[in-house]
């Protein structure tokens, strides 16, 4: 189903980011990779091209639009053209209020969100300029409400989730299409850090396939799993006092 030929993706060293590397290869993509884990890039690059894949590696730092702004010039003159783009650099772990740090909140904003932000400051212009494109952003399930102990990731998601959509509704008349990523629980370095159960848990390379999958479908949103997709959005009209009880018993705070 695969109808990208040149792909970019952004925080492709590990996880689903480099699950989704493997995926476009296999489907005949060329591919830039991009990712502030220099060692971890440069090793799945060549791990690609040792197998007969075309990959290019860069080291990028998405918190920094320079670093991303060079990120989109070498892709594009590695590609030429550009017709798929991946941002799933992301970042989380447990955070409470009574240890609250405006810090880790916004060092969690800085990749989640701004970092989305980086990149279209400087794929939109090239995507308007070459007369196409898809742009996918990843986000979470977890940007319906406020979760316990989770407070930094989910209001990040949702901001991205948010910027995400305005983008779509803006340039689909440029011909640019943009797709919002919204996964349930996935194995990574990241989710090894939740100190809460994490139900329907599935493996990187699942989880890229669902997600290469409802981008060639074309899907304005890819979300998944739909069990959770169904109780997320029951969550997020529960009544407040509902909610909060809801909270108290599945996520307990851990800092007292």
């Known amino acids: 189903m695969n109808k990208f030929e040149n792909v970019v993706i952004f925080g492709a060293s590990q996880g689903i980011g480099k699950a989704l590397a493997m995926e476009y290869i296999s489907a005949g993509s060329k591919l830039v990779i991009l990712s502030r884990n220099a060692a971890q ?45 991946i941002i799933n650099s ?16 916004g060092d969690t904003f800085e990749v ?27 986000t979470s399930l977890a940007d319906v409400r406020g979760y316990g102990g989770s407070s930094s990731y989910s209001a990040s998601k949702a901001a991205a989730s948010i910027l995400l959509e305005a983008a779509r509704v803006e340039l689909k008349d440029k011909n640019i299409k943009v797709i919002t990523v919204r996964p349930g629980f996935v194995k990574t370095a990241m989710t090894d850090k939740n100190e809460f159960k994490m139900p329907l848990l599935l493996q990187p390379n699942e989880a890229a396939k669902k997600i290469a999958n409802g981008i060639a479908k074309g899907r304005t949103i890819v979300q998944f799993p739909f069990p959770i997709v169904w109780a997320t959005r029951i ?22």
Not at 59 to 83: H, P, Q, R, Y
Not at 90 to 105: C, D, I, L, T
């Open 235 to 256: 969550i997020k009209f529960l009544p407040n006092w509902i909610y909060d009880w809801g909270m108290s018993k599945a996520r307990p705070r851990k800092d007292k």
């Open 90 to 105: 992301g970042v989380g772990g447990p955070n409470w209020m009574e240890s609250f740090s405006s810090k880790q909140f």
């Open 112 to 138: 989640n969100t701004f970092g989305i932000a980086h990149v279209l400051e400087y794929i939109i212009p090239f995507m308007i300029k070459q007369g196409y494109g898809t742009i996918a952003g990843v």
């Open 41 to 85: 890039t440069k090793l799945l690059s060549e791990e690609i091209t040792a197998d007969g894949g075309e990959c290019y590696h860069q080291t990028c730092d998405i918190t920094s639009t320079e670093s991303v702004k060079s990120g989109i010039i070498f892709a594009s003159e590695k590609l030429g053209k550009i017709d798929l783009v």
